[in-house]
């Protein structure tokens, strides 16, 4: 089933959520807090790792660098101009007003955010999906299923049930990616990925410095940017742009 990895995924972060929330509730808050900072230091750690991975490869092709630049500028500019950061913290709202646990609005929209991007900007995330889609292969999902349980049981323990929010993100994301390959096939197109990565790990950057209340970046508005990088990348390679310019 081209799903299956998918809702395996979805599955996972349910329990380790729900887990999350029971360990969570019993917890003083200092100790939520020097949790949330090593949540902050680790998002850092993957977001570095998963922006220079393509940034710092010697075989990319050249302009790899303001790909990425390009691509957060323009994917910033139309998410700013379709209030995502807003309709983001608007759903956050809508939920906290039925939810009525007591959080503060706000900690509902900082754990959707949070954990919706650190599930769903990663490699395992584009090429377990398409594995998926094109083969029913839930291996790589299956390992990415497994790290975003427990790391649902951190997040849900530090930020409260917004994280169960997250679940329909892997759900879109993911599923979408799977129904794609599934539907239409493609041959996968490597550097495309490291693009759509790359850009991922720099606005986790954004993240993990809200974590750390270093600065409150407006993450989500950059989302479109998740899109611009594959996008500008398959348009370069049609126009020969990268061919002329690598040796």
């Known amino acids: ?25 019993r917890m003083p808050a200092r100790i939520q807090q020097t949790l949330t900072d090593g949540l902050g230091l680790f998002t850092l750690c993957i977001a570095f790792a998963l922006a220079l991975s393509l940034l710092m490869d010697k075989t ?19 998410g700013e101009l379709l209030k995502l ?25 900082e754990a959707f955010v949070t954990a919706s991007l650190v599930f769903c900007v990663g490699p395992l995330t584009f090429l377990g999906s398409i594995q998926n889609g094109l083969t029913g292969d839930i291996q790589l999902l299956a390992v990415k299923s497994v790290l975003d349980g427990f790391a649902s049981i951190a997040f849900a323990a530090t930020l409260g049930a917004g994280v169960y929010l997250s679940i329909l993100t892997i759900l879109v994301i993911q599923g979408g990616l799977a129904t794609l390959a599934f539907l239409f096939g493609a041959n996968l197109d490597p550097v495309a990925v490291s ?10 950057l954004g993240v993990g410095f809200r974590l750390l209340e270093i600065k409150r970046i407006r993450v989500v508005s950059m989302l479109p940017a998740l899109i611009i990088a594959p996008l500008i990348v ?4 049609a126009l020969n742009i990268w061919r002329a310019s690598t040796p």
């Open 85 to 109: 950061t807003e309709r983001v913290d608007g759903l956050g709202d809508w939920f906290q007003a039925r939810l009525a646990r007591g959080d503060k609005p706000s900690r509902i929209s």
């Open 60 to 78: 990319a092709p050249a302009g790899t660098d303001l790909i990425v630049l390009a691509s957060l500028l323009v994917g910033g500019a139309i």
């Open 1 to 25: 089933m081209f799903l299956s990895g998918t809702l395996l995924n979805a599955v996972a972060v349910a329990i380790g959520a729900t887990i999350g929330l029971i360990v969570g509730s």
């Open 234 to 237: 398959l348009l370069a390679e």
């Open 195 to 204: 693009a759509a990565s790359a850009v991922g790990g720099v606005i986790l």
